[in-house]
T-cell receptor, first 110, second 114 residues
Framework: KNEVEQSPQNLTAQEGEFITINCSYS?????LHWLQQHPGGGIVSLFM???GKKKHGRLIATINIQEKHSSLHITASHPRDSAVYIC????????????FGEGTQLTVNP | DGGITQSPKYLFRKEGQNVTLSCEQN?????MYWYRQDPGQGLRLIYY???????QKGDIAEGYSVSREKKESFPLTVTSAQKNPTAFYLC?????????????FGSGTRLTVV
């Protein structure tokens, strides 16, 4: 079993829909990252969380440390949001190294 | 603007040949990392370096080698010993080995063995 599990693996939505991507992890962590990977392959860091909730534009990320769970929400989704969204954790025992989930492929149709 | 530059974007290699992937950063970051991505799998750590002239093996280091002679540069060599080298390779950096912040990724190199 992977230490970081994401769901769903694939998600198709219509423009304007509210989207939620989930991430569960089974290890103690010092931080959790949400990343966005576009078709060309480059990765952009969206959020780094150690507790609570963060918001940036239409993106909201939450984390529940006790339940070992995080969610990424996209409000008013748009076709340009289509990408792979990756959850990654920094384990308490591994310094700055990240352990990655397999990613969620999001497609937003116009 | 500061960032990470990986080159080339696409690379083709004949079986049995070594090949070196370049990663350069001008962010003044201490730590640098190499990850490998295969279809349907999460990124996996190959090697990382927290300081110049020092580096550690990650989870899948076999068949790879690195050097860290300069703070800005962390080249990855894929040797002929790597059994399945065709993959997407990502370089990343962060300000300090134990820092939360400023994790930055390059745009990747797609290596194909022919």
């Amino acid at each position: 079993k992977n230490e970081v599990e994401q769901s769903p693996q694939n998600l198709t939505a219509q423009e304007g829909e509210f989207i939620t991507i989930n991430c569960s992890y089974s290890v103690g962590i010092s931080a959790l990252h949400w990343l966005q990977q576009h078709p060309g392959g480059g990765i952009v860091s969206l959020f780094m969380l150690s507790s609570g909730k963060k918001k940036h534009g239409r993106l909201i990320a939450t984390i529940n440390i006790q339940e070992k769970h995080s969610s990424l929400h996209i409000t008013a989704s748009h076709p340009r949001d289509s990408a792979v969204y990756i959850c990654a954790v920094r384990r308490e025992t591994s310094g700055s190294r990240l352990t990655f989930g397999e990613g969620t492929q999001l497609t937003v149709n116009p | 603007d500061g960032g990470i530059t990986q080159s080339p974007k696409y690379l083709f290699r004949k079986e049995g040949q070594n090949v070196t992937l370049s990663c350069e950063q001008n962010l003044n970051h201490d730590a640098m990392y190499w990850y490998r991505q295969d279809p349907g799998q999460g990124l996996r750590l190959i090697y990382y370096s927290q300081i110049v002239n020092d580096f550690q093996k990650g989870d899948i280091a076999e068949g790879y080698s690195v050097s860290r002679e300069k703070k800005e540069s962390f080249p990855l060599t894929v040797t002929s010993a790597q059994k399945n080298p065709t993959a997407f390779y990502l370089c990343a950096s962060s300000p300090r080995g134990d820092s939360f912040y400023g994790y930055t990724f390059g745009s990747g190199t797609r290596l194909t063995v022919v």
